[in-house]
């Protein structure tokens, strides 16, 4: 039995969101990243729960989704133009001392 073999078995976990109990299942290394993927998901939608605008488990776990899938590209578009800024400035930085070196 071989550590590779142990890494690759996937184990039942329960997480819960809004009071339901999941069973799903995951790699051992990776359970306390479920957890706080799960853990984070349920704040989500107690949060759009609590608005009252959303009613019925669907809605609510749609409404959270979307959430998430904004937040995410938000983040991505930031990341982006941090990653372009930083960019720039690490050419402006290497033609200076292309620049320096040269004289």
């Known amino acids: ?16 969101i809004l009071n339901q109990n999941y069973e799903v299942s995951c790699y051992e290394d990776e359970k306390d ?15 759009t729960k609590a608005e009252g ?3 019925g488990l669907d809605r609510i776990a749609v409404i959270s989704a979307l959430n998430f899938a904004n937040d995410s590209l938000s983040h991505k578009e930031m990341t982006n133009t941090l990653n372009s800024t930083i960019k720039h400035r690490i050419l402006s930085i290497n033609q200076k001392l292309e620049s320096i070196l040269k004289d």
Do not use: G, H, Q, W
């Open 1 to 16: 039995y071989s550590i590779v073999e142990e890494r690759n078995k996937k184990v039942p976990v329960t997480v819960k």
């Open 33 to 47: 990243v479920l957890f706080n993927s799960a853990e984070l998901l349920n704040d989500k939608m107690m949060k």
């Open 53 to 55: 605008k959303t009613i």
